[in-house]
């Protein structure tokens, strides 16, 4: 029997509204085994017979993975980015990829903007004083005085200038695609990072864009200035960052994403590192509407292939 594998590590089958479509073809519809983010050993043993479909999370679907999948023809992402598929390979093999590039939007943008205030006024850092006993207030400071600079401008990164505009920020941009924008200055990178006090990445991960930030980007930012990433890990060199917070050349980073997760690495140490489990998209509203819109374009894909 045919089937279709939901790889990523959370769905709520009330959001597939088209599964009957896959009973009435005699498709059966299996979920990730292990309820975590899968190993590329194990997604490929999962893929390797009957599998038709993946409705995917961040799982690595390497060529390998792919090549081992003999009845693969529709991968559908449920999120944005793509950089865990091998797009070369799937093309290769006749495999059509989606994904849902707009429901993460504001969820990201959104996460972006409380880990910057939380950075700015010392939120967990409070709190967590407060339940070992000690109440220590401490000075903060205004999102409103600060120029947030952007390395990338697209749909995220847009949706962030916008919510740290409304905090009376002022907000420039470097984007290696985009070349205008109509309500972001665009710069180049070194003048972004050179008068920034707060840089935030909104990058996909590829060669050009892993370890962008690094020593000698790093070098070139502002002293005391803080960096907040809830894109991708491999964005950051964190063996660099971790030196630049050791000494205080920067004054805080704010992580949603690492280069291995889970993470439990010497950045969790560093007092002004706040860290979140690669939440980004972790709003019930955005997580229902990218798992409707995944599991569409899945059905969709297999309707345009005749396997329904």
Known sequence: MSKVLITTSSFSLGNFAQAKSLHDAGISLEMNPHGRRLSEDEVAELVATDVIAILAGLEPLTDRVLSNAKSLRVI??????????DLQAASRLGIDVFNTPDAPT??????TIAHMLNSLRHISTTDSNM???KWTPTMGSLLATKTVGLIGV???????????QAFGARVIGFDPVVSSHNSVELLSLDEVLNQADIVSLHVPINDQTHH????????????????????RGGLIDE???????????????????F???PYSGPLLQIPGVHVTAHMGSYARETRDLMEVEASTNLVNGLRKRGLI
């Open 239 to 257: 063996s660099a960052l971790h030196d630049a917070l050791k000494s205080q050349h920067l004054s805080g980073a704010a992580l949603d994403c």
């Open 76 to 85: 559908a992402r449920c999120g944005t980015g793509l950089d865990s598929v």
């Open 259 to 261: 280069e291995d997760e």
């Open 106 to 111: 504001q969820a990201v943008a959104e996460l």
């Open 212 to 231: 962008i930030v690094n020593a000698s980007a790093i070098s070139r930012m502002k002293p005391g200035s803080i960096v907040v990433n809830v894109s």
């Open 154 to 164: 697209g749909r995220i990164g847009s949706a962030v200038a916008k919510l740290a």
């Open 131 to 133: 339940r070992s006993g």
